[in-house]
């Protein structure tokens, strides 16, 4: 932690901490249009469901690698160069996928290169939080934080449906450029304070990011070759983590079980968040015939208010207790889809009203698995085991996607499980059951392993 700052030092960073704050919802806007637009990719390019879903998993693949590459450069360089080469990956995606727009793997690594770069708002946002200003002023800024993920979702749904119905999908690529406005303050306001000189894992950092881009591939086109390159991948990083001197992870991480638990819960837990982003549109499409433009109003409510629960989540935790609070968020999440499997056929309201219980739920929950995984950490861990925690949510963000467009594009899913009076439904009803077990399955572990502490 570095000295805070006072005077016109302290008031040009709250600036250009605001500007950061700005750009998150901008790059975080442009993660949810592209997170929408899979049903239009299917038609434009005439490809499965499952191959389309790669612009929104791998995309999160990028985020997850983006922001813990980020977050622990900060410990090697200054906050500002690293902003600075964030928001040149954020824009030169967005030539390359205008210029090869017809291509759609060029669109895909466009995508891939452009969320990397784009996270690095967030991760360096928090960072200069941290570093920067007075304790009694994080708490408000780290509020403002949350509030911006649900303002971009919301704005980014509405970005999506909007332009690719009325300008084209590849409208969205020109979003990025509104960042460029954001580097004079940068420049004048951020200071450039040099960092002692250390050595950066590079090599973990490509095991991990191949590693990643490799199981996304593997769930949304499984194949012998792709498991073997998984498991290999796997050996190797394990040995590599042992082996080097510096390695990105220390292997003691992995030797602390409640950690190691924790993690697993969490990965079950956030498995269906994002999924739930990806498949609404294609539900609303086949139930009701909704335009893309008309399902981005859909969440309008919702995460208007997920916004105001997440602002409140932590009265409601010192209140009742963590263990209480995300029991209670799950309870909401699985009651949600299963609601949402069973009833969602009945009109768009009964849409509405499940997308809003659900984030509801996500809304109380982030903080207790967070606070959970920090508690079995020591202290000189903390730093790193934040950022391999928010690299574990973003991964299981990425592979809820590709599960649910490999389910979607498979044919045992039509089979019924609940009979409903819309056959259309039952694919749907299925995966809402199967993300409904997965959040089970990660809260189920979660009070497992409270309970064995507790003995």
């Not at 934080?145 to 980014?156: H, K, P, Q, R």
């Not at 950490?377 to 934040?386: F, R």
């Amino acid at each position: 932690m570095e000295a805070v700052l006072e005077g016109k030092e302290l008031k040009k960073v709250r600036i250009a901490i605001l500007v950061v704050l700005l750009l998150t919802i901008l790059t975080q806007l442009i993660d949810n249009a592209f997170n929408l637009i899979t049903p239009i990719l299917v038609e434009k390019f005439s490809i499965s469901t499952d191959v389309a879903s790669w612009v929104a998993s791998l995309g999160g693949i990028g985020i997850a690698i983006g922001f813990f590459a980020f977050s622990s450069f900060t410990d090697f360089f200054s906050e500002k160069r690293l902003l600075i080469l964030g928001l040149i990956l954020f824009c030169i995606p967005s030539v390359i996928g205008l210029l090869f727009q017809s291509s759609y793997y060029v669109v895909v690594i466009a995508r891939f290169i452009q969320a990397v770069g784009g996270i690095s708002t967030s991760a360096l946002y928090l960072v200069l939080i941290a570093r920067y200003l007075p304790a009694s002023e994080q708490v408000i800024w780290m509020g403002l934080s949350t509030a911006s993920f649900t303002l971009s979702t919301v704005i980014g749904t509405l970005t999506g449906g909007f332009m690719s119905t009325f300008l084209g999908w590849q409208c969205i690529f020109y979003i990025p450029f509104i960042a460029l406005l954001a580097f004079p303050v940068i420049l004048k306001c951020l200071p450039d304070n040099p960092k002692q000189k250390s050595n950066v894992d590079y090599i973990g950092f490509l095991i991990l990011a191949i590693f990643s881009i490799n199981v996304n591939f593997l769930i949304s086109n499984p194949s012998i070759i792709l498991l073997v390159t998984t498991i290999v991948l796997i050996v190797i990083f394990s040995l590599y983590i042992k082996k080097a001197k510096y390695p990105i992870v220390s292997s003691r991480f992995f030797g602390n079980k409640d950690y190691v638990i924790t993690l697993c819960a969490t990965f079950f837990y956030y498995l269906s968040q994002v999924a739930l982003v990806f498949i609404t549109p294609f539900l609303l499409q086949a139930l009701f015939n909704y335009s893309l433009e008309k399902v981005s109003l859909i969440y309008i409510v919702p995460y208007t208010v997920s916004g105001i629960i997440a602002i409140f989540s932590g009265s409601v935790i010192n209140k009742i207790g963590m263990k209480p609070t995300l029991t209670l968020g799950a309870i909401l999440i699985i009651v949600g889809f299963v609601l949402g499997g069973c009833l969602s056929y009945i009109g768009v309201n009964y849409v509405i009203v499940v997308l809003t219980i659900i984030t509801g739920g996500y809304a109380l929950s982030f903080a207790p698995l967070l606070t959970r995984a920090i508690t079995t950490l020591h202290e000189e861990e903390v730093g790193t085991g934040i950022g391999i925690f928010n690299f574990i949510v973003r991964v299981a963000n990425a592979l809820g996607i590709s599960i649910t467009a490999f389910l979607l594009n498979s044919t045992f899913i039509q089979t019924t499980i609940i009979s409903l009076d819309k056959k259309e439904m039952t694919p749907y009803t299925n995966i809402f059951l199967f993300l409904a077990l997965m959040t089970l399955i990660g809260i189920v572990i979660y009070l497992i392993s409270y309970k064995k502490e507790e003995k």
